[in-house]
């Protein structure tokens, strides 16, 4: 396999774009799609990666160059894994985090800390336009828990209530090299990373 140099994000959401450009600045250079005047995916699936691929295959067909997608959200185990798929349009106004956050806590309030369990969950998907290889699809979780208020002002999306399982630290107080190691953003692009090594050295 010719190794990727290049791809089209599929996302036109400037948060994912700024994170994964770094995370993944060593190996893939990413190209805003809106720069491209590419449209958008309808997100039809019934899981984070059905949508990720979607989204990735998408992009591919229309740019004609190798795209990734990034299709991610929050899981909180007392709302039985909601918002999920839903978490950029959990208060119906895709992309509006502020609402999204208002509505979360809100459906949260009286749940002790104990059980505000939940986690960040990403996939992504990395297609070729010519599908001559099968896609690459990389997970990573971040575990953790929702605080009962909002906190910093870093990140994006809900990132002001989300606390870090291991640290207890805010996701919106962290640093974006601090986020980068513990995030499922940054699990999954070094999955990512793994799985194109492998494959380029798989076929020489």
Request: a neutral charge; glycine letters at 12%; one cysteine or more.
């Amino acid at each position: 396999m010719t190794t990727i140099r290049s791809a089209v994000l599929a996302s036109g959401n400037p948060g994912k774009l700024r994170e994964l450009r770094e995370l993944l600045k060593e190996q893939i250079r990413l190209i805003d799609m809106r720069e491209l005047g590419l449209a958008a995916a309808e997100e039809t699936g019934s899981s984070f990666e059905e949508n990720a691929r979607l989204k990735a295959f998408a992009a591919a067909a229309q740019s004609g160059l190798p795209a990734l997608s990034d299709d991610s959200g929050l899981e909180v185990d007392a709302l039985g894994g909601a918002p999920g798929i839903y978490s950029a349009r959990y208060a119906g106004d895709d992309g509006n985090a502020r609402a999204n956050i208002r509505k979360l806590l809100k459906d949260l309030e009286g749940v002790p800390a104990g059980n505000r369990t939940a986690r960040f969950r990403c996939v992504l998907v990395l297609a070729t336009p010519d599908n001559e290889h099968a896609p690459l699809v990389a997970e990573g979780v971040w575990e953790g828990r929702i605080a009962e208020r909002a906190e910093g002002r870093r990140g994006f999306g809900y990132d002001p209530v989300f606390l870090d399982g291991r640290t207890g630290r805010c996701a919106a107080l962290m640093s974006a090299a601090e986020k980068g190691l513990r995030s499922h953003r940054g699990l999954a692009a070094r999955e990512l990373v793994r799985l194109l090594e492998s494959r380029c050295a798989g076929t020489g």
